[in-house]
């Protein structure tokens, strides 16, 4: 059975970080992406970041500030988040599934597990 979990969400102020957590089980993810989402109250859950044979894809409003990556055993994924804005607050899940790409660049996961998600909180 796959399990996701996450952890690490919190309450920080704008220009903050935060590391969030990701522990899969269940899951052969070698050949699988991994990826990172998020969802604001009122709005559509979002694409962040992406993970998938050591290419990554960042959503424009956190490249530069956001960085996905896995451990060498590859049962934990991570999202570091730095100068968090209060924009980033949302609801945010870590999903594996299946990569999608144009060409040879990681456009996202296509998501077939989710986790509980874990809340980010920014103010300001």
């Known amino acids: 059975q796959v399990q996701l979990v996450e952890s690490g969400g919190g309450s920080v102020q704008a220009g903050g970080s935060l590391r969030l957590s990701c522990a899969v089980s269940g899951y052969t993810w070698n050949r699988h992406c991994m990826g990172w989402f998020r969802q604001a109250p009122g709005k559509e859950r979002e694409g962040v970041a992406a993970?998938?044979?050591?290419?990554?894809y960042y959503a424009d409003s956190v490249k530069g500030r956001f960085t996905i990556s896995q451990d060498n055993t590859k049962t934990t994924v991570y999202l570091e988040m730095n100068s968090l804005k209060p924009e980033d607050t949302a609801m945010y899940y870590c999903a594996a599934g299946f990569a999608r790409w144009v060409g040879r660049r990681l456009i996202g996961c296509q998501p077939n597990y989710w986790g509980q998600g874990t809340q980010v909180t920014v103010s300001s």
């Open positions: 993970i998938n044979t050591g290419s990554t």
